[in-house]
């Protein structure tokens, strides 16, 4: 079964960007739907966006028009670049993959693969 890494946590200051990188091990993710959930402090892991095997996207109301996701198959990689970042959006960000092709639900229980998660801190 295919494995999740996430990369590309850290600090920034309110209004800057960074760009987080899911990649798969064990296994391909071309034919998976991948998205990326995040979890604050004292608060319920929550949706975020999502991207289905043919590259239909979903994004969380909160982070629209800020963070984008993005695929490369040939890297075996899911993407989310995030931008005009706010102090709100500081949360571990983590990786799931779906056994199916299609995004379908923005439940955690629709996703069943899941990586370690990576710190993203947003300082005002």
């Known amino acids: 079964q295919v494995q999740l890494v996430e990369s590309g946590g850290g600090s920034v200051q309110a209004g800057g960007s960074l760009r987080l990188s899911c990649r798969g091990t064990g296994g391909t993710l071309s034919w998976n739907a991948v998205g990326w959930f995040r979890q604050a402090a004292g608060k319920e892991r929550a949706f975020v966006a999502a991207?289905?095997?043919?590259?239909?996207?979903v994004h969380a109301d909160s982070v629209m028009g800020r963070f984008t996701v993005s695929r490369d198959n040939a890297k075996n990689t899911v993407d989310l670049q995030m931008n005009s970042l706010e102090p709100e959006d500081t949360a571990v960000y983590y990786c799931?993959?779906?056994?199916?092709?299609?995004?379908?639900?923005?439940?955690?229980?629709?996703?069943?693969?899941w990586g370690q998660g990576t710190q993203v801190t947003v300082s005002s």
């Open positions: 991207i289905s095997a043919g590259g239909g996207t």
């Open positions: 799931a993959a779906r056994s199916s092709a299609v995004i379908e639900t923005t439940k955690l229980q629709g996703w069943n693969i």
